[in-house]
């Protein structure tokens, strides 16, 4: 019997890399639909959302049974409730992935990204696809150091977030409102899928430690 209710706390652990790795790839197709206006592959990634989202039903569904058949403490009731909050975090993901997707779809067979833009928005879009990378590593590995890292690499997403705030108040815009509202909306939503990012780590740090990231005598101010 113990034996198979740690196999059920390692099942709900490899759904949660599973959909950290999808809805990071999720960020790095939809980042390429929206730069190169690839309607097909924004259809994909739009459509391949709904597997994020089965994915989130069934672990909520495995931690439910768990909760209710073992009654888990301490440690291993931490692990069910966690890993619930980090399953809502990768599912967003999915979302903002899936907005980016319906973005690019919207504005075909036009590009929503001016060219100026072009090579921040890519960055934005790797970064957001590498920091799910690390997020999903950190959920397997429980690796607090690399979690706090995590957070850490952040920092040029945000920065990159002020560059395109700062570019849309110039006096120089060219490109008018509705490219201007694009932009806006899609850096945020880079800007957020990292923020979830951040998230998931953090719960991989009060999962491992029992504390929260900004607790730690290492960890910076929030």
Known sequence: MRKAYHQELASISDGLVEMANLVGSAIGLATTALLDADLQ???NVISADEKVDDLQRDLENQAIAVLARQQ???TDLRIVVTSLRMSADLERCGDLAQHVAKLARMRYPERAVPRDLRRTILEMGQLAQRLM?????VVLTQDVEAALQLEKDDDRMDELHRMIFHRLMDDRWQ???ETAVDVTLVGRYYERFA???VSVARRVVYLV?????EE????RPA
């Not at 990378?133 to 590593?137: D, F, N, S, T």
């Not at 430690?209 to 990231?213: D, F, N, S």
């Open 209 to 213: 430690t029992g504390e929260h990231a």
């Open 72 to 74: 888990p403490v301490a």
């Open 41 to 43: 592959l924004a259809e």
């Open 216 to 219: 730690l005598p290492t960890a």
């Open 133 to 137: 990378a690390q997020a999903a590593e």
């Open 175 to 177: 490109h008018g409102v």
């Open 195 to 197: 923020d979830h990012a």
